[in-house]
């Protein structure tokens, strides 16, 4: 298993602290992890890592325009 595979593995529920990616080797996790935040695979802030379409995707405009056409069905 590759990396970056593995980071996505772990990312694709939510949010994780940086510390839960700690069992892979630093230097190896570093450059994968700047090449993904590069291509914009991943943000990383306030000592966590999180999908990008997580973060920045899903608006609160979306989420309430999603609830209200569940509603109408």
């Known amino acids: 298993m ?16 940086l510390s839960a990616l700690f069992d892979i080797e ?8 700047q090449c993904m935040v590069t291509r914009r695979q991943i943000c990383v802030r306030n000592g ?8 920045h995707m899903i608006t609160r405009a979306a989420a309430m325009v999603s609830d ?3 509603l109408l069905v």
Not at 2 to 17: C, N, S, W
Not at 26 to 33: C, G, K, N, Q, R
Not at 48 to 55: D, G, K, S, T, Y
């Open 2 to 17: 590759t990396t970056e595979y593995y980071i996505f593995q772990k990312l694709g529920a939510g949010p994780v602290t």
């Open 26 to 33: 630093a230097d190896d996790l570093e450059m994968t992890m």
């Open 48 to 55: 966590q890592a999180a999908l990008f379409w997580h973060r």
């Open 68 to 70: 209200r056409a569940l």
